[in-house]
């Protein structure tokens, strides 16, 4: 599978996306427009190893709801990731059985690398 999970209203998705050239067999979700199910959460959980690591800490819901004084539970961040798009860490791309999570430049210049090995 060759996924990314983005928001197409946030100029940095769309910059890593134009960046990385993705071929034209990649499935672009808005997760705006269509949120993650529980499935596709799932699945990424099972190829990052957590909830937490998919979660931003940067949304500012995460902020406004003083979630950062609380102790948050692997359940809490699959909870808040499909109550609102804005908790999933973006953008995610799923290549296969990889998963490249979030817009460091480290992250996006491993998936570059993964692709250019494909």
Same mark, same amino acid.
């Given at each position: 599978?060759?996924?990314?999970?983005?928001?197409?209203?946030?100029?940095?998705?769309? *910059?890593?996306?134009?960046?990385?050239?993705?071929?034209?067999?990649?499935?672009?979700?808005?997760?705006?427009?269509?949120?993650?199910? %529980?499935?596709?959460?799932?699945?990424?959980?099972?190829?990052?190893?957590?909830?937490?690591?998919?979660?931003?800490? *940067?949304?500012?819901?995460?902020?406004?709801?003083?979630?950062?004084?609380?102790?948050?539970?692997?359940?809490?961040?699959?909870?808040?990731?499909?109550?609102?798009?804005?908790?999933?860490? *973006?953008? %995610?791309?799923?290549?296969?059985?990889?998963?490249?999570?979030?817009?460091?430049?480290?992250? %996006?210049?491993?998936? *570059?690398?993964?692709?250019?090995?494909?």
């Amino acid at each position: 599978m060759k996924k990314i999970y983005y928001l197409k209203i946030c100029n940095t998705c769309l *910059r890593i996306i134009k960046e990385l050239n993705l071929p034209s067999d990649f499935v672009l979700q808005d997760i705006k427009e269509q949120g993650v199910t %529980v499935k596709q959460l799932d699945e990424m959980q099972k190829l990052s190893g957590s909830y937490e690591s998919l979660f931003s800490k *940067r949304a500012k819901l995460y902020k406004e709801m003083d979630l950062k004084t609380q102790t948050l539970t692997e359940r809490n961040y699959k909870h808040y990731i499909l109550h609102h798009y804005t908790f999933l860490k *973006r953008p %995610v791309l799923l290549i296969d059985n990889h998963i490249f999570i979030g817009n460091s430049k480290k992250t %996006v210049n491993a998936a *570059r690398q993964f692709l250019n090995e494909q």
